[in-house]
């Protein structure tokens, strides 16, 4: 094998490994940004909760001021005005708890669906850049081959010796 298809080989396996490399960082890209975005929607799962809980406080907070209001007022809170104004206050913190709940419900299924949605681009980053670099080195290697890189020079040697010597016929007959 003469020097130059061992380069071609060389260079082969090389440019196969790092198209590899290539496709094994992109992959760790990708899982690197399903954990960003796993982090980023918990987030804001965390931050819905936080709005129910304030939602609640400020529900009884409402609730509270109500009651003091009517008592001052001698009226009784449990009844009347007072009560329906009690009543609203819970609705709406009602409300505005289901509606942090729901949103740290949509947080939590967005971030699964973006997480898996990234470790699979990364796997099929991972397994297409190896299937490329497969491919790469078996065209390269068959490029070599059909460029006539891997003959045996021994052979090719040993044909042109073998192949009787060529006399010109015109050469002895002009000058």
Do not use: H, W
């Not at 109500?66 to 709406?92: C, H, M, P, W, Y």
Request: net charge positive; proline share 1%; charged share 15%.
């Amino acid at each position: 094998m003469n020097f130059f298809a061992i380069l071609q080989v060389a260079s082969a396996i090389g440019s196969a490994f790092a198209n590899r490399q290539q496709a094994a960082a992109m992959k760790a890209y990708y899982d690197a940004q399903a954990d960003v975005s796993r982090l980023q929607y918990e987030s804001k799962r965390i931050e819905a909760k936080e709005q129910g809980v304030e939602a609640l406080k400020n529900s009884n907070r409402a609730i509270a001021a109500i009651v003091a209001k009517a008592a001052a007022g001698g009226v009784l809170s449990t009844s009347g005005s007072a009560l329906l104004g009690q009543t609203i206050s819970l609705a709406e913190g009602a409300r505005d708890l289901r509606t942090s709940q729901l949103n740290q419900s949509i947080f939590s299924n967005m971030g699964a669906v973006d997480f898996q949605n990234l470790k699979a681009a990364g796997d099929a980053k991972l397994q297409t850049g190896t299937l490329g670099a497969l491919a790469g080195l078996g065209t390269d290697l068959t490029s070599g081959y059909m460029g006539g890189l891997f003959t045996d020079l021994s052979k090719e040697t040993a044909k042109q010796s073998n192949m009787k010597s060529y006399t010109n016929p015109i050469k002895g007959l002009i000058g």
